[in-house]
T-cell receptor, first 114, second 109 residues
Framework: DADVTQTPRNRITKTGKRIMLECSQT?????MYWYRQDPGLGLRLIYY???????NKGEISDGYSVSRQAQAKFSLSLESAIPNQTALYFC?????????????FGEGSRLTVL | GQNIDQPTEMTATEGAIVQINCTYQ??????LFWYQQHAGEAPTFLSY??LDGLEEKGRFSSFLSRSKGYSYLLLKELQMKDSASYLC??????????WGAGTKLIIKP
């Protein structure tokens, strides 16, 4: 089983619908992140969390919200999806004690908003 | 502003050597990363450089020059499975990662 698991892997929805992407990890890492990836662009950080009580906005947080339900779980919500939120979304984790700050990514959730 | 530049696409031949360049302009520097991403898959960590010089790891090497804002990833003895996108990312003074758009590497037999 993957150390960082995302659900759903694929979702097609309509404009205005609420969508939740879930991420769970078995790596025991404190730090969790949500990124989106669009063709021709670098990964862009949406939100990140360094522990259960810590939530921070990233580069492109507008239109998104997150919840850190437990150390192992970090969910991303789109309250009212719009077509330009169509993208590939990645959850990632890192270990506070790892000097390199290496990120471990989930397999991605492909979201299409019609 | 902060930016990372790398070529959009490169083509190389199986068994050959290829160098993928990355130049960066960031607010501070706390390390440079290379990740590999196969189509439709998650990025996976390849290397981390924080000091100038060459880091070698098997067929892959990564070089950093902080004074020039420059890094390269060198792939030797190319294999078909090396066909992927290679992402350069820099950690800035706030320990935030700034990502390049990635270089798609195509390996031909």
């Amino acid at each position: 089983d993957a150390d960082v698991t995302q659900t759903p892997r694929n979702r097609i929805t309509k404009t205005g619908k609420r969508i939740m992407l879930e991420c769970s990890q078995t790596k025991g890492h404190d730090r969790m992140y949500w990124y989106r990836q669009d063709p021709g662009l670098g990964l862009r950080l949406i939100y990140y969390s360094f522990d259960v009580k810590d939530i921070n906005k990233g580069e492109i947080s507008d239109g998104y919200s997150v919840s850190r339900q437990a150390q192992a779980k970090f969910s991303l919500s789109l309250e009212s999806a719009i077509p330009n939120q169509t993208a590939l979304y990645f959850c990632a984790t890192s270990d506070l004690g790892e000097v390199t700050g290496e990120l471990f990514f989930g397999e991605g959730s492909r979201l299409t908003v019609l | 502003g902060q930016n990372i530049d790398q070529p959009t696409e490169m083509t190389a031949t199986e068994g050959a050597i290829v160098q993928i360049n990355c130049t960066y302009q960031t607010s501070g520097f706390n390390g440079l990363f290379w990740y590999q991403q196969h189509a439709g898959e998650a990025p996976t960590f390849l290397s981390y450089n924080v000091l100038d010089g060459l880091e070698e790891k098997g067929r892959f090497s990564s070089f950093l020059s902080r004074s020039k804002g420059y890094s390269y990833l060198l792939l030797k003895e190319l294999q078909m499975k090396d066909s992927a996108s290679y992402l350069c990312a820099v950690m800035d003074s706030n320990y935030q990662l700034i990502w390049g758009a990635g270089t798609k590497l195509i390996i031909k037999p």
